[in-house]
């Protein structure tokens, strides 16, 4: 089930909300964590047990790492890497089983049958959430959880459940235990929720409808070639950003304050800018449970290169069984070993504006290293965007999709940086006429994402891919 269904903007969100407030608070852990393996069983009804053993064993793991970390800190140790090796073990078999089967077959004497399994839904954030659970437990920096259902709230909430933001035990852990729900803390999560569901319905699904046409035009030009990928950045952004927004909203609904996921990347003066704005929740586990372990930037200029050589490859790894997803993460550890060693300080003399383009043109190209799985077509795609294969620099095609696309193409370079946020929360402040206006506009949205499922059958899930 999506948040961008209509079974879930009518039916289970009105009702889950409904029991909710409706229930004492001592049973509201229950019923999100019922509610939320409902909504996971939607989807992946197999795979529901598989995420019930999860979270009991790691609640186990971290009941006893809690137990024995001040008097067995040797003993807590075993047990939080038998858990890690258990989930990663998981993760491994059900992600990437099939990859590492597929390219060791190639070499000689070796033939190891693929299982083509389906890869549970979610699966690569929710690992990372229980470990984080077990780790933080062991490092101090969480209660131990005697209670299993707060632990399952925990790991299966559904707002964060199958596209992140990958939530931390320890930001949530005084939350899962008492939290403060309120009528001002709901009308912004709302809020939140229609922003991104605008983001994701309205911005993203017409984006990546155009970046679909794109790629199937036989006659593909120079020029076509570059804005087929231009809609293909829009709509990664606007899908991911989206979704985030609206697990964000819907925490607030019930309680909950996750971190911001997305703070307008294609503001971003630098690849480390940009980093620090994109997928923050991820960027912030690696660098908390991978980077700062092997030693951070602490032991010399080698040491920090092998450090991020490892998040890096991890990084790109996490987001698919694929040589391109690697290989993405790979090109962002080479151009941020650059910026770190040479760029950094020269940077600060550069334009912001040629800060800015410089960014955009490396991350435009990251983005078709990540969609392409199948080298070779992203390599015939490159190709055409430097007239190789192209159909000519240019068509009377392109001239009219220039010019019937340029209003919608404005709204979504206003709509990704944040100027417009600011504004609306200054006049949302100090005009009440700025109020009502919002309230009306949220209505429309709602009725236009409405009047969009209804009508289109377009509505891709890209972290499906994760």
């Known amino acids: 089930m999506l948040f961008s269904s209509l079974e879930f903007l009518f039916a289970y969100l009105p009702v889950t909300l409904l029991v909710y407030f409706l229930s004492p608070v001592k049973f509201r852990n229950l019923w999100l964590l019922l509610v939320s393996l409902f909504f996971y069983g939607w989807g992946e009804p197999k795979y529901v047990f598989l995420m019930i053993f999860t979270i009991l064993f790691d609640y186990v793991c971290g009941y006893f790492v809690g137990k024995y970390r001040e008097d067995k800190p040797g003993r807590a140790k075993v047990i939080l890497i038998v858990s890690v090796i258990v989930n990663l073990g998981l993760l491994g078999f059900f992600k990437y089983y099939d990859f ?13 049958p693929t299982l083509n399994l389906t890869l549970p839904i979610g699966i690569s954030f929710y690992t990372f959430q229980i470990m984080s659970y077990v780790i933080d437990v062991y490092r101090g920096d969480a209660h131990v959880q005697k209670n299993p259902i707060v632990v399952g709230a925990y790991v299966t909430l559904f707002p964060q459940l199958i596209a992140g ?9 005084d939350q899962l235990r008492k939290r403060h ?24 699904n017409a984006a990546g409808a155009l970046w679909s046409e794109a790629l199937a035009d036989p006659n593909r030009t120079v020029v076509g070639s570059w804005i087929g990928m231009l809609f293909y950045c829009f709509q990664i952004y606007f899908d991911f950003s989206g979704y985030s927004d609206m697990a964000i909203g819907l925490g607030k609904m019930f309680g909950f304050r996750f971190l911001e996921n997305f703070c307008y990347p294609y503001i971003s003066q630098s690849i480390t800018e940009f980093w620090r704005r994109w997928h923050i929740s991820l960027g912030t586990w690696f660098r908390e449970y991978v980077y700062i372990p092997l030693g951070g930037n602490r032991g010399g200029k080698w ?11 991890l990084t790109g790894f ?16 080479v151009l941020l070993v650059v910026e770190k060693t040479f760029l950094l300080e020269k940077m600060k003399s550069w334009p912001a504006a040629f ?48 010019l019937h696309r340029l209003v919608f193409v404005a709204i979504l370079v206003v709509a990704s940086i944040p100027q417009p946020r600011r504004l609306f929360y200054k006049l949302y402040e100090n005009h009440r006429a700025a109020r009502y206006a919002a309230a009306v506009g949220g ?23 994760f």
């Open 303 to 313: 040491k920090m290169y092998r450090n991020l050589f490892a998040v890096w490859f």
């Open 165 to 173: 933001p990958i939530v931390r035990y320890q930001d949530v852990d």
């Open 443 to 465: 209505i429309c949205v709602v009725v236009l994402a409405t009047a969009y499922l209804v009508d289109s059958s377009f509505n891709p899930f890209l972290y499906f891919r």
């Open 355 to 402: 800060r800015h383009i410089y960014t955009l043109f490396f991350v435009y190209f990251g983005w078709m290293i990540f969609y392409f799985e199948n080298m070779n077509e992203g390599a015939a795609y490159l190709g055409t965007m430097f007239g190789v294969g192209a159909a000519g620099l240019i068509s009377m095609a392109d001239l009219y999709a220039i």
């Open 100 to 112: 590492f089967a597929q390219n060791l077959s190639r070499l000689p004497f070796i033939d190891i």
């Open 318 to 333: 996490w987001h698919g069984a694929n040589w391109n997803f690697i290989l993405w993460g790979l090109y962002y550890f």
């Open 181 to 204: 729900e309120s009528t001002a803390m709901f009308a912004i999560g709302m809020r939140t929720f229609v922003a991104g569901l605008a983001k994701k319905v309205i911005f993203a």
